[in-house]
């Protein structure tokens, strides 16, 4: 069985025809005439299409700026919600409002101090350790640590995993 040849005519928004002769499998439809309208005139004087690669990245970079315009408002939230997905947590809402609920009364309770050091810390640039052996959803695993104290820690850890 043989392809089927199709004759069409076609007109340019131009007002230019011309004949097309189309060679298609059997079963195939032959392809609508709007998408083959253009003369090769019309088709050099188009505006050449936004590539795929360059849509993706103006969409990543509206992102991108969504995102950082979010987190400069809500850093308290952006801090928990990175703590989280840091220790694997995949963060639905419900938990990240349960959570943050647990920590503030946390924060409140220890005051505006390192955990371990007692030195005093802005709320805003806590550190966040996590006990290893701790459940992460639960606010009792993790510490407001100050930058000194948050680096020793992270070192123990290491130098326990090592040894």
Do not use: H
């Not at 007109?11 to 439809?29: A, D, F, I, N, V």
């Not at 032959?30 to 998408?35: A, K, V, Y």
């Not at 550190?127 to 123990?156: I, M, N």
């Amino acid at each position: 069985m043989g392809d089927v040849v199709i004759n069409m005519t076609l007109t340019c928004k131009c007002g230019r025809e011309w004949s097309r002769t189309l060679s298609l499998p059997p079963g195939c439809p032959p392809p609508d005439p709007g998408c083959l309208s253009s003369c090769v005139k019309c088709s050099v004087e188009a505006p050449a299409p936004v590539p795929w690669t360059q849509k993706v990245e103006i969409k990543r970079k509206r992102t991108a700026e969504r995102l950082k315009d979010w987190r400069d408002k809500n850093k308290v939230w952006a801090r928990i919600d990175k703590m989280l997905r840091r220790a694997g947590v995949e963060v639905t809402k419900a938990a990240a409002v349960q959570f943050t609920e647990k920590w503030i009364v946390k924060i409140e309770a220890i005051g505006d101090t390192c955990s371990f050091c007692v030195c005093p810390c802005d709320p805003e640039t806590f550190q966040f350790w996590r006990d290893p052996a701790g459940d992460p959803l639960a606010p009792e695993s993790y510490w407001p640590v100050c930058a000194s104290c948050a680096g020793r820690k992270r070192a123990e850890v290491r130098w326990k995993k090592a040894a």
